[in-house]
């Protein structure tokens, strides 16, 4: 099974020009605690919740000043959507997150795939629940 298979397709993205406040309200919305970061529908990092609390909040950083490039993480795991299923529940346990954003062969943001998604669409409850123990160790 390929990641396009089980991946969720409609997914928004903020901007790394983008205020906090502006990701946060996207956030809010979508009711999501992570959101991509692309450049012209490229991924150039993700920024999360916590992101904004943590480092931009807790440092002093006014939210309609401060940018989402300013916070966001640069180094961001991702897979491809034509990988097989084994490939994104491998790198979701070795880095450590529930979800993981989907790539096209020109390197564009096509999709997330979610733990969730593993879990309902996969039919493999083994392979579930070995990547959600191993994305809810504490870290190495």
Known sequence: ???RDVMSCE???TTPHATLREAAELMKKLDVGPLPVCDDNRLVGMITDRDITVRAVAEGQDCY???VRD???MDVACCHEEDD???ATRLMQEKQVRRLPVLDRDQRLVGIVSLGDVALNTGDSKASTQTLQ???EPNR
Request: glycine share 6%; net charge neutral; charged share 10%.
């Open 1 to 3: 099974m390929q990641v």
């Open 11 to 13: 997914v928004q993205a």
């Open 65 to 67: 000043e401060g940018k």
């Open 71 to 73: 916070v966001m993480s």
């Open 85 to 87: 299923i084994t490939v």
């Open 134 to 136: 191993a994305v809810s």
